[in-house]
């Protein structure tokens, strides 16, 4: 086999463009990228080739093609808002609104029963309910979930290994969902942490344990880390300003992350790949109007983000990757204002329109 070397190839000075955007350059050849139907015949290593017949993509190693996969990154949160729920009156309704535009919500669809203090949490396009208070049977180990793009009922998805009600935090890595905290069946405050995976129906498994037993917790996510905020706990002063975290692909108790600036229970939070938000509450004082936040890949205490249009506590948020919207809660009396903020910024809050109805002690998340 001969072997031709050529010290240098030019066309009047400047460099040759070859078909496919191979190029020969200062003494470098650069790698070949094909686009036609049949699969090229002499291709280099590190060949690029997209088939034209079936949209497929393809690197040459090894005297081989090989197809590469795309791969959807997880999702956690979506544009499409979920609230579920609530006490006033205790009620069945799911409502629903774009967190893209502000206005207001509309209704989706119906949960099994009347149900306060429940919790929620999405992955991907399906959103789960569990536990809570239902009306005539009481507080339940009920899991259903619903198609978030699509609108209707609640279907039946499992059971919780753990009855809880008074708001557990849920939050998920876009695979595993998590349920932590609440009151239990005898009305215990609970320390447990269980899981579920969301593509799939089926009963909750044990996860670990909080490092404190509360309920009026909250949690948020950043696809890797879960974080409960604040709550109810069993000693004297019984609020907390507690933040665990969790991973939430493996099983094992919760560590301490930090602390948020003062004790509340009832606050509501959600997050992005970076922030998790906490906002509103009840402190030492009353309805507190503060929104705070922390970097969830990071431990340490909260910082100022901002406020909130009115005080509340016993609310719910929901977020996609740039916005958080904060709904209803309780002040002087139940609210329906929907608020908004931009994660990445700090601020006061902005109006972004109505719930349906005013109402507080439900639950919340958002998906695609």
């Given at each position: 086999?001969?072997?031709?070397?050529?010290?240098?190839l030019?066309?009047?000075?400047?460099?040759?463009?070859?078909?496919?955007?191979?190029?020969?350059?200062?003494?470098?050849?650069?790698?070949?990228?094909?686009?036609?139907?049949?699969?090229?015949?002499?291709?280099c290593?590190?060949?690029?080739?997209?088939?034209?017949?079936?949209?497929?993509f393809?690197?040459?190693?090894?005297?081989?093609?090989?197809?590469?996969?795309?791969?959807?990154?997880?999702?956690?949160?979506?544009?499409?808002?979920?609230?579920?729920?609530?006490a006033?009156?205790?009620?069945?309704?799911i409502?629903?609104?774009?967190?893209?535009?502000t206005?207001?919500?509309?209704?989706?669809g119906?949960?099994?029963?009347a149900?306060?203090?429940?919790?929620?949490?999405?992955?991907?396009?399906?959103?789960?309910?569990?536990?809570g208070?239902?009306?005539?049977?009481g507080?339940?180990?009920?899991?259903?979930?619903?198609?978030?793009?699509?609108?209707g009922?609640?279907?039946?998805f499992?059971?919780?290994?753990?009855?809880?009600?008074?708001?557990a935090?849920?939050?998920s890595?876009?695979?595993?969902?998590?349920?932590a905290?609440?009151?239990?069946?005898?009305?215990?405050r609970?320390?447990?942490?269980?899981?579920?995976?969301?593509?799939?129906?089926?009963n909750?498994?044990?996860?670990?344990d909080?490092?404190?037993?509360?309920?009026?917790?909250?949690?948020?996510?950043?696809?890797?880390?879960?974080?409960?905020?604040?709550?109810?706990?069993n000693?004297?002063?019984?609020?907390?300003?507690?933040?665990?975290?969790?991973?939430?692909?493996?099983?094992?108790?919760?560590q301490?992350f930090?602390?948020?600036?003062?004790?509340?229970?009832?606050?509501?939070?959600?997050?992005?790949?970076?922030?998790?938000?906490?906002?509103?509450?009840?402190?030492?004082?009353?309805?507190?109007?503060?929104?705070q936040?922390?970097?969830?890949?990071?431990?340490?205490?909260?910082?100022?983000?901002?406020?909130?249009?009115?005080?509340?506590?016993l609310?719910?948020?929901?977020?996609?990757?740039?916005?958080?919207?904060?709904?209803?809660?309780?002040?002087?009396?139940?609210?329906?204002?929907?608020?908004?903020?931009?994660?990445?910024?700090?601020?006061?809050?902005?109006?972004?329109?109505?719930?349906?109805?005013a109402?507080?002690?439900?639950?919340?998340?958002?998906?695609?």
């Amino acid at each position: 086999m001969s072997t031709l070397k050529v010290d240098s190839l030019v066309n009047g000075g400047k460099t040759i463009d070859f078909t496919y955007n191979a190029k020969v350059s200062n003494g470098t050849l650069k790698k070949e990228y094909y686009e036609q139907s049949t699969e090229p015949a002499y291709p280099c290593d590190g060949a690029l080739w997209f088939n034209t017949s079936d949209d497929t993509f393809h690197i040459y190693a090894n005297n081989a093609w090989y197809t590469t996969t795309i791969v959807a990154p997880l999702t956690y949160s979506g544009n499409r808002a979920l609230v579920a729920g609530g006490a006033n009156p205790r009620n069945n309704v799911i409502q629903y609104f774009s967190i893209e535009t502000t206005g207001n919500s509309v209704d989706f669809g119906d949960l099994s029963g009347a149900n306060s203090g429940l919790s929620a949490l999405s992955a991907g396009g399906r959103a789960v309910f569990g536990g809570g208070f239902v009306t005539d049977v009481g507080k339940v180990d009920v899991m259903e979930y619903v198609t978030v793009s699509t609108t209707g009922n609640a279907t039946d998805f499992g059971n919780l290994v753990e009855i809880f009600s008074d708001q557990a935090a849920g939050c998920s890595n876009g695979v595993r969902g998590i349920f932590a905290g609440g009151s239990n069946s005898a009305g215990a405050r609970t320390n447990v942490i269980q899981y579920i995976t969301v593509a799939t129906t089926g009963n909750a498994t044990d996860f670990g344990d909080l490092t404190t037993a509360r309920n009026r917790t909250t949690g948020a996510s950043n696809g890797v880390r879960g974080i409960i905020t604040g709550g109810e706990i069993n000693t004297s002063p019984s609020k907390t300003a507690t933040i665990d975290y969790v991973t939430i692909a493996t099983t094992g108790n919760a560590q301490d992350f930090g602390d948020l600036a003062a004790a509340i229970l009832g606050a509501a939070a959600s997050g992005n790949d970076t922030r998790g938000i906490i906002a509103g509450g009840q402190d030492a004082s009353g309805n507190v109007n503060t929104i705070q936040y922390v970097t969830i890949a990071t431990t340490g205490n909260s910082t100022d983000f901002g406020d909130l249009t009115v005080a509340r506590r016993l609310l719910v948020s929901t977020a996609n990757k740039t916005r958080a919207t904060i709904n209803g809660g309780l002040s002087s009396s139940y609210d329906n204002t929907i608020d908004y903020v931009t994660i990445a910024t700090t601020g006061n809050a902005t109006d972004f329109g109505d719930l349906l109805s005013a109402n507080a002690y439900f639950a919340g998340c958002s998906g695609n």
